[in-house]
């Protein structure tokens, strides 16, 4: 048993209450003023946890990230990946299919659920593949996918070319109430480019990657999904005309959910400078990023995810035409985020929240967490919303260190993280 006591929590509207937090066998158990008090009798002693100035919020969810095992262990592991999302706050993460082998059949799912169960710190729920291998040819067997323990379908990485197979994946998804998870990319536009097609990359000869590569293939599936009735996720969404569509589905009454990332709210094309900075989809302009910040305001963009893709540093060490896509982005996605766009006004605690927990659940169907309610999961975090620190890659938990934010003065810092009732991360040890 774990007393949280004098801890900060969000209530509705954004009013903040100081209360104790009581939590038995992995749930729950109360929230209020003086659990501890005289005349309240606890089960069995308590450890204590003095919450005194820090923030108790839901732990995050992040519905999109890449663990890289099995078949990847050089960039990151199961377990180092996440106690990285542990020390950012997060209690569940959900790793793309993007492996080796990848979970494209039920004994390859099966594994790889079985590993992630035997290595992660944290609660992992894995999409499966949309198609055989990510290859856009052949529908996988969605539902035995599920019952091996698939969560929802992606083939992040690439977008699936065919209109045809992308129909026959939603009606199938559709007949078994699963999502798909949609890497938006259509491979006719995309030119071998590395950074956004715009006047600042093409003034440095940089091959650009045009906003119609995303925009043109969200317009295809949103027309798929008003013929099948699927529930459609749209991945990191970056382009302002992404956002107009999806708003405008959503209108429609559409069942369509979307992403965005931090570095797509907060950096754009101007800010590359070279590796760290390359990402797929990449940094666009600035009418872009404010068009994003609005759709996360309005709730057209549902939540928040990090894309988090660890790479080693000898392949971001390469020309910007030649490194990988992708930067890591689990240890520092909410006090980048607290910082830059709640501390200034833009957006408000609430919704920050909303979107890094309680929206993912509710998307995803974990119905046990995303929000600090009695007989809900013990699975929270508490941060500090004051003391302010630079992000140090060198002291990341993830074997990725490809950020661009080294560096910047943040807070909002995770300082403890429990999943599950169980402590999995803290800062420093308590006496």
């Not at 606890?42 to 839901?58: H, K, Q, S, T, Y």
């Not at 979970?103 to 992630?116: C, F, G, R, V």
């Not at 169960?117 to 529908?139: D, F, L, N, Q, S």
């Not at 440095?204 to 008003?226: F, H, M, N």
Request: with cysteine; glycine share 10%; proline share 5%.
């Amino acid at each position: 048993m774990i007393l949280i006591q004098n801890s900060t929590l969000i209530k509705a509207g954004g009013v903040k209450k100081q209360e104790d937090i009581l939590i038995e066998k992995g749930k729950i158990l109360a929230i209020g003023k003086g659990l501890a008090a005289a005349g309240r009798s606890l089960p069995e002693p308590a450890e204590v946890i003095r919450g005194d100035g820090l923030l108790a919020l839901p732990g995050l969810v992040d519905a999109h990230v890449h663990l890289r095992q099995p078949g990847f262990e050089e960039k990151e592991t199961i377990r180092t990946g996440t106690l990285a999302a542990a020390r950012g706050g997060f209690t569940t993460v959900m790793p793309m299919p993007n492996l080796r082998p990848a979970p494209d059949n039920p004994q390859t799912m099966a594994e790889y659920k079985a590993l992630l169960e035997k290595e992660a710190v944290i609660r992992t729920e894995p999409y499966a593949c949309i198609t055989e291998g990510e290859k856009g040819r052949k529908v996988v067997e969605m539902g035995k996918m599920l019952l091996a323990g698939a969560r929802a379908f992606s083939d992040d990485g690439v977008g699936v070319q065919s209109e045809e197979v992308m129909e026959q994946a939603m009606r199938q998804a559709a007949s078994l109430g699963a999502v798909i998870a949609a890497h938006t990319e259509d491979n006719a536009l995309k030119n071998g480019g590395y950074v956004h097609q715009g006047a600042f990359g093409e003034k440095r000869g940089w091959t650009g990657i045009p906003s119609a590569c995303e925009y043109a293939q969200i317009q295809r599936d949103l027309a798929l999904v008003k013929k099948t009735g699927c529930a459609y996720h749209v991945c990191h969404v970056s382009a302002k005309e992404s956002v107009a569509l999806i708003r405008q589905a959503k209108k429609e009454g559409l069942p369509v959910t979307a992403e965005v990332t931090p570095h797509h709210l907060l950096l754009r094309d101007e800010d590359v400078k070279g590796p760290m900075e390359k990402m797929n989809p990449p940094l666009r302009e600035e009418v872009d990023r404010l068009a994003l910040v609005e759709g996360l305001i309005d709730g057209t963009l549902d939540i928040i995810a990090t894309d988090h893709a660890p790479h080693t540093q000898a392949e971001k060490n390469r020309t910007l035409s030649a490194a990988p896509f992708g930067i890591v982005g689990l240890e520092t996605a909410f006090p980048l985020l607290y910082t830059k766009l709640v501390k200034v006004g833009v957006l408000s605690l609430e919704r920050l929240v909303e979107a890094m927990s309680a929206r993912p659940a509710s998307i995803f169907g974990f119905a046990d967490r995303g929000r600090l309610q009695e007989g809900m999961a013990a699975d929270l975090v508490l941060v500090d919303p004051e003391k302010e620190r630079a992000v140090e890659k060198e002291t990341f938990l993830s074997k990725g260190k490809n950020t661009p934010f080294q560096g910047w003065l943040l807070s909002g810092f995770p300082v403890l993280t429990i999943a599950r009732g169980q402590v999995v991360w803290e800062e420093q040890k308590r006496k």
